[in-house]
């Protein structure tokens, strides 16, 4: 088994999506150390359908900041930078995507259908077909090796995995679980062996001029933009009653279940809390509500997931694995069991799991949480 390594990267043409960030520009960094000579790319996305209907990069967002950010860097160690507009790809692809899971009163994953449409996608499509590597500041690691049981391949074939990173808080598998194998094996992370306060002090030290810039926080396209205030833009309020689950009595009002999201406390704003929000009617528009978050109904120890999708090759003869139904430090303990219909398992947690919720992803690993297999969208 092998990692990529910098030896193999010699003559390689390698595009870095620089976001102007401190990861990517660690990135650009790590590549340029080596004697690597890679082109930079910042891709231009944006939160509306027509940009022109908020100003030239959509609403309130962090373009201009992130563009002299991104231009700062690449200055500094003489790379090329272009700009690649996918907003109209974004917004076709990623937002609608979005907002019809939403509307259907699901869960869904945008930043994990980003990485697959977007910065391996439609960006591959504009310019990074004319690279062999594409270079992200995510925290994960890639592995080759070459499987003994499939011979089939052809002898000296290697296959990529898609590996955790030291860092439990910061590691990204589970928002690349959905790209497709060739696109992991065009992927480079080079700062995926790093924890966090690493590759701070090795922006610090440089003195890149991200350094002491803030992570992005929410969903990667919204920039500054209040969640609820970009959902009402485009499918405005439907009030529904909000109920006490356990005893069936109207505790308030909801401007629309599209606001909500399982397990959610904060944001509320109904009196003789906290409430928890447990479930969700969508033919009956009604908000479910707990005062405890831990009523049964609340957790869920065996739920079905389909639309399975494998990152490097079929995992569905493994049974014990590990799982995450959301972006947290922790690896649940799970068996998977193959369904009848093609590309749907049954998860049975070892533990009940609080908050899942349909639309959600979940992803899959071994047991040691080193390997991700890839993710399916869950159906409970």
Known sequence: MTSDCYNSLQGKRIAVLLSGGVDSSVVVYELVRQGLHPDCFYIRI?????SSEAGENGWDCTAEEDMEMATAVAAKYGCHLELVDCHREYWDQVTRYTIDKVRAGLTPNPDVMCNR????GAFHEKRGHDYDLIATGHYAQKEWEAPSNLPQLGEGRMLPWLCTS?????????FLAQIYDWQLAKALFPIGHYVKDEVRQIAEREHLVSAHRKDSQGICFLGKINYNDYIRHYLGEQPGDVVELETGRIIGH?????????????????????????????ALNILYVSHGYDPQTAYCQHFPICDMHWLTMPMDHVTDVTIKIRHTPGYLPARLEKLPADGCFLIHAQQPIHGVAPGQFCVIYDANHHRCYGSGEITV
């Open 46 to 50: 944006g939160a509306t359908p027509d």
């Open 117 to 120: 449409l977007i910065k391996f």
């Open 166 to 174: 030291p860092d439990p808080v910061k590691d990204q598998t589970d």
């Open 254 to 282: 909801h401007r629309g279940l599209w606001f909500h999201t399982i397990g959610q406390r904060k944001g509320m704003g109904f009196g003789g809390g906290p409430w928890f929000v447990v479930k969700k009617d969508v």
